[in-house]
């Protein structure tokens, strides 16, 4: 009977490597590799516009929390919105002009953005890995 039990725990053993494997090698691999690669991918070919109240503006240079870039650090504007969360302004941000931008938009009441679709719509389960979407442009619909 003990060879028995032991065939058995040797059949299992393959499910738990494959399950370790598939643990630490598959699934952080599409989460950090294959669907901000995707994400992005879409995301330039299908833009929407989102009107949104703006509560803040500053300049930043902290590791973009969006797909672009890839964690590059660089001159930003980070928008807080009423209706929208948080959006990242990083296109034709420069060192010369991220603090004009960030002003602009900080005098702004009702700004409209071009973001990418899927990035928007993910921008809740994004924000529990520090993403947030990115601004393609803006155009301040009315001012304080």
Known sequence: MTGKSTTAARKKRPVVGIAIVLLLFVVPGLLFFVIPVGITAYDDSHRMPITCT?????TGTESSGSFKGGGA?????????EQCGKI?????INSSNADAVAKELSDADLVRFNVGDA????????????VSPTAYSFEVLNGS
């Open 73 to 81: 650090s660089g001159p930003q504007v980070v928008v807080v919105t």
């Open 88 to 92: 990242l302004l990083q296109d034709g």
């Open 119 to 130: 990035a928007y719509r993910l921008r809740a389960q994004l924000a529990l890995f520090g």
């Open 54 to 58: 703006v509560r803040s503006a500053v």
